[in-house]
């Protein structure tokens, strides 16, 4: 095992009805600036709730952040926070408003002249301006973790950040707010979670027993409720199992002490920057094909996931190394994803060269647990996910 370090501040208020608690978070005089997604939480009763807990603070909303937020809406939100002096930020939605706010948090206090530069340059945020969570769909963890991702339309890209300075201060999670998602939004956070887990697990053995089977139990329970909470999101146990198992997949604790590998991720983004296509549904295209193209080097793993995780018991090693990527792509076929490029977009012909070309730009030229993945590789991975 890896010598490691583990910090997780955030605090989480799991359950029904914990909205009730919201106030205690935020410091009394605090001048907030609440922020929010398209409109689903003025549908399902989220917004009337937190507006009822906050009526005795001094309170500002910037509403329609996007799906992917983007880079020059949220300049308007920072305009506001720093012409109003807001001390306190409350995110209400999923990982594009939390990931919105942290980006926001990180520019507040941000000193240099640009902020994308927070992203283009990998600056780490060691201090941002406060904020708390009300989360409105498992998915990314980004309610428990101090990542965030940011698109910016003009350079037609998808950058991350973080730091210590961005996990969420609190985070409120209560399962009924799955009830009102949609088919698409659900299965999006199934993959997603399950994803996080894969690139955190599907490496090499590293003699980390505890870690592998915290992942191993993340993807069993996930399996387990996927049925379920997708025929009925209004039961509440399962959406209850969905939604910590989201949380857990990417509060950090999983990846403690391991090799991680987080190339779907990077070429993932790519495709939503490209394309638009859901972040999840990119990392569905892009999962066999990364793993049958670094099967030697993933064998071992891929093998005791099929094992352990689906119960393949017969065959050699490769046979049920195989399995488990078999496996992987029919679970994101039962959630209804598609797992090629071509079933998203007609013209893809030139994906491969566009991606592996912005790689060698930015200088990533070693991706995954090994750093041995070049920008040409990524080319031969996303070719074979057309
Ligand atoms: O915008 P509204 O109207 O609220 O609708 C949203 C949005 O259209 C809707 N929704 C959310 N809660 C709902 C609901 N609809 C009905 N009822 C509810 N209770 O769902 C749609 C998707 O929301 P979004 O926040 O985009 O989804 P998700 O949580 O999957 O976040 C995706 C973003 O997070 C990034 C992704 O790249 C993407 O930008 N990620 C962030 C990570 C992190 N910070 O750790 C890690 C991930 O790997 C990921 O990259
Ligand atoms: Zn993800």
């Not at 013209?347 to 912005?358: G, L």
């Amino acid at each position: 095992m890896q010598n490691f370090e583990f910090k997780n501040p955030t605090k989480i208020i799991f359950g029904k009805g914990q909205m009730q608690k919201l106030a205690e978070e935020i410091p009394s005089g605090a001048k907030i600036l609440m922020t929010y997604g398209g409109g689903s939480i003025k549908k399902n009763g989220i917004y009337e709730s937190v507006k009822e807990a906050l009526k005795d603070y001094e309170l500002i909303e910037f509403g329609g952040i996007p799906a992917n937020p983007e880079y020059a809406g949220l300049l308007e939100a920072l305009e506001i926070i720093k012409k109003e002096n807001i001390t306190y930020m409350l995110a209400v939605g999923g990982g594009s408003v939390i990931d919105a706010t942290k980006f926001l948090s990180s520019a507040a206090l941000f000193e240099g002249e640009e902020p994308w530069d927070i992203l283009a340059k990998k600056i780490r945020t060691e201090k941002g301006l406060p904020f708390g969570t009300v989360l409105t769909i498992p998915a990314t963890g980004s309610e428990s973790n101090s990542g965030s991702v940011i698109s910016n339309k003009i350079t037609k890209e998808k950058l991350s950040m973080g730091g210590p300075g961005l996990f969420p201060q609190f985070s409120i999670l209560d399962p009924t707010v799955v009830k009102s998602l949609p088919q698409r939004q659900i299965a999006n956070g199934i993959a997603d979670a399950f994803t996080h887990v894969l690139e955190q697990y599907m490496t090499y053995p590293a003699d980390a027993y505890l870690q592998d089977r915290f992942a191993e139990s993340i993807l069993q329970t996930l399996i387990e409720v996927a049925p379920r909470v997708m025929q009925d999101p209004g039961d509440y146990n399962a959406a209850a199992n969905f939604m910590w198992s989201c949380t857990m997949a990417l509060n950090g604790l999983i990846q403690k002490g391991v090799p991680t590998d987080w190339a779907i991720h990077a070429m993932g983004h790519e495709l939503t920057a490209l394309y638009g296509i859901d972040h999840a549904r990119t990392l569905a295209i892009l999962t066999s094909s990364h793993y049958q193209y670094n099967f030697e080097k993933k064998k071992a793993k891929l093998a005791q996931y099929a094992e352990r995780v689906w119960g393949v018991a017969q065959g050699s090693e490769g046979e049920k190394a195989n399995a488990g990527i078999q496996k992987t792509d029919e679970f994101f076929h039962s959630l209804g994803i598609e797992t090629k490029l071509s079933a998203y977009v007609d013209d893809y012909s030139k994906t491969a060269q566009e991606i592996a070309a912005r790689f060698t730009d930015r200088g990533w030229l070693g991706l995954g647990e090994h750093k041995d993945i070049s920008p040409e590789d990524v080319k031969k991975i996303v070719e074979s996910a057309y």
